[in-house]
């Protein structure tokens, strides 16, 4: 893990498809075969430098990122794919959906069994299928906020928001919200 973003250029006689392939498969970000100019090579080393910059650079945004969405006040939740993985949850969420850190990594449906009976998940499935945010406001939700099993009501408002790759497509949903049972009661 120490060594993750130093990109590594595979220099090999062997030139087939196949070896090719290998090298790539176990792990090498390019592949350069003998003979080879010097200027060939220092092309392909500067192409690898730049890619791992650029990889580098997205790393960091993305951590700074995610650092001040942990900071947030209201639950934040990043679910990704078409199975709504947890990606990133900030305390708030926890908090509010009465879950540790555990869930992350998890499909939302393992993480939360709960929500099976609740109109949550089919409406991730519409951001995701349709590509357009939706916001309810105080919305009945049935949660072990207090993790001893026993589900208790609380009202929230908050919004699916798509967050679109390169493509267009939905790559996954940035799900806020705001805990405003005292306000519905």
């Known amino acids: 893990p120490a060594l993750a973003t130093i990109p590594i250029l595979l220099v090999s006689a062997r030139a ?3 070896a090719i392939g290998d090298g790539l498969r176990r792990g090498a970000d390019g592949y350069i075969t003998k003979p080879f100019s010097a200027s060939h090579l220092l092309v392909r080393i500067e192409a690898q430098l730049n890619t ?33 993985v947890v990606e990133l949850v900030n305390p708030a969420g926890l908090e509010l959906w009465g879950k ?10 393992v993480a939360s069994p709960e929500l099976a009976d609740q109109p949550f998940l089919p409406l991730l499935d519409e951001v995701r299928r349709s590509g357009r945010s ?15 099993g026993e589900l208790v009501d609380i009202y929230v408002d908050f919004v699916f928001e798509p967050v679109l790759d390169a493509a267009g497509r939905v790559e996954s949903i ?12």
């Open 16 to 18: 087939g498809e196949e």
């Open 52 to 84: 791992s910059r650029m990889k580098s650079a997205a790393y960091e945004e993305r951590r700074r990122l995610y650092t001040a969405l942990a900071a947030a006040p209201n639950p934040i939740l990043l679910l990704t794919g078409p199975e709504h």
């Open 100 to 109: 540790d850190g555990s869930v992350v990594g998890k499909p939302l449906r």
């Open 134 to 148: 939706i916001q309810q406001r105080a919305t009945l939700a049935r949660l072990d906020t207090h993790r001893n």
């Open 174 to 185: 940035l799900v806020v919200a705001l805990d405003v049972t005292h306000q519905v009661q």
